[in-house]
C-alpha cells in the first residue's frame, strides 16, 4: 500500500520554463512534508518542506505547494535550469521529519 | 556534505553469507536512519535509532538488524544475505535535540550491494 505516489515517472521541461511535480497521499495522519533531489551516484539532497499549517512555501526558485483536502503537493520550480536534472523524491511523515515515507520519485530532465 | 560516511561504497557477496554496513557521522546529530532504495519504490525505511542504544523498526524490517553502540555510528546487518536484498541502501542523520525534530535528514552517498 504506498501511501505516497508520484505517478509521473519522468518529466522533461525546457530550460527556463516552470517544472512542476506531483505528489500524492493518503494518509491524513502525515503533517510534515518534504522533497529531495538525487544525482546518479549521490544521496538525496534536502530541497524544501512545509508543514500542514500552511499550504505554501518558498525558498528561491523552488516553491511547495500542499492542498490538505485533495492530498495533494507540487513542487515548482522557475526558472528551471540545466543543474535541476534529477529524480526528485517528495517524502512525508507523522512524526516531525522522522520516519519518513517516499514516494517512487520523478525523473526531471530539463532540455537546452 | 553533512559530515556522512558509508562503507563500503560497493559489496558483492553470496546468499547466506553475513553482511555489515556502517555508516559514520561527525555532526553529532541524535537520529539515525537505513533506508533502502529499489525502482519503483523510492526509499524504504529500515530502522532507526533516536539515540545510543535505541533503535525501532521501519517499514521493511525483516531480515535486518541494527546496532548503535555510539553517537556516530550506526551499523545494519543482514545476518543471511538474500538475493532480494540486492539494494542500494542510504544512512541518514537528522537534529542534534529532540526538539529539533521537523530537521530535515542529510543522507549519506549510499552503498551498493548486490548479492548473487
Known amino acids: 500500500d504506498q501511501q505516497v505516489k508520484q505517478n509521473s515517472p519522468s518529466l522533461s521541461v525546457q530550460e527556463g520554463r516552470i517544472s512542476i511535480l506531483n505528489c500524492d497521499y493518503t494518509?491524513?495522519?502525515?503533517?510534515?512534508f518534504l522533497w529531495y533531489k538525487k544525482y546518479p551516484a549521490e544521496g538525496p539532497t534536502f530541497l524544501i518542506s512545509?508543514?500542514?499549517?500552511?499550504d505554501k512555501n518558498e525558498d528561491g526558485r523552488f516553491t511547495v505547494f500542499l492542498n490538505k483536502s485533495a492530498k495533494h503537493l507540487s513542487l515548482h520550480i522557475v526558472p528551471s535550469q540545466p543543474g535541476d536534472s534529477a529524480v526528485y523524491f517528495c517524502?512525508?511523515?507523522?512524526?516531525?521529519?522522522?520516519?519518513?515515507?517516499f514516494g517512487q520519485g520523478t525523473r526531471l530532465t530539463i532540455n537546452p | 556534505d553533512a559530515g556522512i560516511t558509508q562503507s563500503p561504497r560497493h559489496k558483492v557477496t553470496e546468499t547466506g553469507t553475513p553482511v555489515t554496513l556502517r555508516c559514520h557521522q561527525t555532526?553529532?546529530?541524535?537520529?539515525m536512519y537505513w533506508y533502502r532504495q529499489d525502482p519503483g519504490h523510492g526509499l524504504r525505511l529500515i530502522h532507526y535509532?533516536?539515540?545510543?542504544?535505541?533503535?525501532d523498526k521501519g517499514e521493511v524490517s525483516d531480515g535486518y538488524s541494527v546496532s548503535r553502540s555510539k553517537t556516530e555510528d550506526f551499523l545494519l546487518t543482514l545476518e543471511s544475505a538474500t538475493s532480494s536484498q540486492t539494494s542500494v541502501y542510504f544512512c541518514?542523520?537528522?537534529?542534534?535535540?529532540?526538539?529539533?525534530?521537523?530537521?530535515?535528514?542529510?543522507f549519506g552517498d549510499g552503498t551498493r550491494l548486490s548479492i548473487l
Open positions: 555532526e553529532n546529530h541524535r537520529y
Open positions: 517524502a512525508a511523515s507523522s512524526q516531525g521529519a522522522q520516519k519518513l515515507v
Open positions: 494518509n491524513s495522519m502525515f503533517d510534515y
Open positions: 535509532s533516536y539515540g545510543v542504544k535505541d533503535t
Open positions: 512545509i508543514s500542514s499549517i500552511k
Open positions: 541518514a542523520i537528522s537534529a542534534r535535540q529532540v526538539l529539533d525534530s521537523n530537521q530535515p535528514q542529510h
